[in-house]
């Protein structure tokens, strides 16, 4: 009974210290923040703005995203937070989706854009070819879990 016991309460232990490791180490390892005023500067020259918020369907207390996003026919930028997380991708999509079943009906029509390292702020560089008018939508999205983490609609 005592093995039993012991059995258990270090199987628990195991699981919540590989739930813990895999929030922690996209903290521990992200590179350093991007400075305030290269995100203002960057996001100056912005044909279109939205916001991030919290109160998505898709987003929960592991999950989200506050802040202004700036996209110019070059970049996109984030001012805020994002929960911090693994393997992010930042998307451009063709209509306003807030959850995973959604974003799957359109993923194969949206854009992936860059990697996310960092959780408060980011400048994502939009690849040639890319018209952001096609889109109205930025879309924050974890490719490891294939969660979504936030979005939001600028036009």
Same mark, same amino acid.
């Given at each position: 009974?005592?093995?039993?016991?012991?059995?258990? #309460?270090?199987?628990?232990a195991? %699981?919540?210290?590989?739930?813990?490791?895999?929030y922690?180490l996209?903290?521990?390892?992200?590179?350093?923040?991007?400075d305030?005023?290269?995100?203002e500067?960057?996001a100056e020259?912005?044909?279109?703005?939205?916001?991030? +918020?919290?109160?998505?369907?898709g987003?929960?207390?592991?999950?989200?995203? +506050?802040?202004? %996003?700036? %996209?110019?026919? #070059?970049?996109?930028?984030?001012?805020?937070?994002?929960?911090?997380?693994?393997?992010?991708?930042?998307?451009?999509?063709?209509?306003f989706?807030?959850d995973?079943?959604?974003?799957?009906?359109?993923?194969?029509?949206s854009?992936?854009?860059?990697?996310?390292? #960092?959780f408060?702020?980011?400048?994502s560089?939009?690849p040639?070819?890319?018209?952001?008018?096609?889109?109205? +939508?930025?879309?924050?999205?974890?490719? +490891?879990?294939?969660?979504f983490?936030t979005?939001?609609?600028y036009?």
């Amino acid at each position: 009974m005592r093995k039993l016991i012991l059995l258990g #309460t270090h199987g628990i232990a195991l %699981v919540i210290g590989f739930a813990l490791g895999i929030y922690a180490l996209p903290i521990l390892i992200a590179p350093p923040s991007i400075d305030q005023a290269q995100l203002e500067s960057s996001a100056e020259n912005a044909l279109f703005e939205a916001e991030f +918020t919290k109160d998505l369907a898709g987003s929960d207390f592991l999950h989200w995203g +506050t802040g202004k %996003v700036a %996209v110019s026919a #070059t970049k996109i930028v984030h001012m805020g937070e994002l929960a911090p997380g693994p393997d992010y991708i930042v998307y451009l999509v063709p209509e306003f989706v807030e959850d995973e079943a959604s974003f799957n009906a359109v993923k194969d029509q949206s854009a992936a854009i860059g990697s996310v390292k #960092t959780f408060d702020g980011f400048i994502s560089e939009i690849p040639q070819g890319i018209d952001v008018g096609a889109y109205n +939508t930025v879309l924050v999205w974890c490719e +490891t879990f294939g969660e979504f983490i936030t979005a939001a609609k600028y036009r």
